[in-house]
Structures are given as structure tokens and as C-alpha cells.
């Protein structure tokens, strides 16, 4: 059980075009979740959170109207890159927090972003 | 300030040998911990954590870590490592006192030769 899904696993685009991801929990209702982006051979870094029907809390130097969340409901958080550039080209990976009870959080396989 | 540290970015063991991955981190109050690891191609994976319960958590895999409260370390160790433990292992800190904000160690690549 507790399993987190990510589409697309790849995506290329142009420069300038925006790309959406999505991310879903397929068998429990994530009441939160998580985006996190990760550099080549870096560790993971939190952008943002999103709970369900609320807007998202951003973390300190992620650009909010860059990166759209929307958590509209308990299985399905998207991440849309807005006009996106060469350095948005990153490994973005979400996860799902289903409230107490579960474990702390299960984490998608992960969406690579490359920007051309 | 609040960190949390893996001090070995590569780990290189032969098979059948103990596996050490070593953790710290830095706050004035005990916080949650875990181990996660990451396969190629795979999402995170749950290893095990600590959530002030038992300092020698077991977990999957023949993985276990003891939280030392005096040191601030949380090291992960297996007595014997298996080809299929090859990956990346991030030692990942919760300071917000369960609100589920992680921060991620560095990460150590753990390389399992035959």
C-alpha cells in the first residue's frame, strides 16, 4: 500500500512553454503534499507544501508564481513549471502525507524536467 | 542553526561486509529521524525512523540505525551487504515537530563490490 505516482516520468519542452506534473497518491488520501527538486548528484530540497484545498506554503527562495500548486483534491497535487528555462531543468519529485497513523511520507518516482 | 549532516559522500564495501553510513545532525532538541534510500529510476524508499521511542531502530532489508543522543548521530549500519544495496541512502531530519517538514542529509552513494 501507500503508493505515490508521478506523470510524466520524462518530459523535454521549449524554452518558454509550461509543463505540468502530476502527482498522485493511488491507494490512501493525502491530506499533504510535498514538492521537492533535486539537482544532478545533489540531495533533495522541499519547494513547497500543499494541503488539500488550501494554497501552497512555498519555502524560501521558490518563486511561487513560477512554480503554480494546486492541491484540489485528496489523491492529486499538480506542479506546473510557468515559462519554463534551461535552469528549471531539474529532477522534481512529490510526496504524499496521509495523516496519522501512516508512515511519515511516501514519495513519488520522481518527474525529469529538461528544458531545451 | 538546524542541519543535518552525512559525512561520507561515497561508501565503498565488498559483499557479505558491515555497511556503516554515519549521520549527524545539529538542534537543541531531539527531532524525528529517518533513512531513506533511492534506487535508479525508483522513488524514495522508507528505511526505517526514530521518533523517540527505542535509540536502535530496526528496519527493511537487514537495516538498522541507533539514534545517540549525546553524539547527535543517527548512523545507519547493516553486519552485511547485499549487491541490491547499492544506492543512495539520505539520512533526513524532521525539525518541526511532526508537521512532516524533512530536510535532507547530502546523501552517501553506497557501492557494493563482489
Known sequence: GAV???????????????????????????????WYRQFPKKSLMLMA????????????????????????????????????HPEDSSFYICSAHGGAGLETQYFGPGTRLLVL | AQSVTQLDSHVSVSEGTPVLLRCNYSSSYSPSLFWYVQHPNKGLQLLLKYTSAATLVK????FEAEFKKSETSFHLTKPSAHMSDAAEY????????GYNKLIFGAGTRLAVHP
Open chain 1, 4 to 34: 505515490v505516482s508521478q506523470h510524466p516520468s520524462r518530459v523535454i519542452c521549449k524554452s518558454g512553454t509550461s509543463v505540468k506534473i502530476e502527482c498522485r497518491s493511488l491507494d490512501f488520501q493525502a491530506t499533504t503534499m510535498f
Open chain 1, 49 to 84: 507544501t500543499s494541503n488539500e484545498g488550501s494554497k501552497a506554503t512555498y519555502e524560501q527562495g521558490v518563486e511561487k508564481d513560477k512554480f503554480l500548486i494546486n492541491h484540489a483534491s485528496l489523491t492529486l497535487s499538480t506542479l506546473t513549471v510557468t515559462s519554463a
Open chain 2, 59 to 62: 528496519g527493511i532489508n537487514g
Open chain 2, 90 to 97: 539520505f539520512c533526513v531530519v524532521d525539525f518541526s515537530g
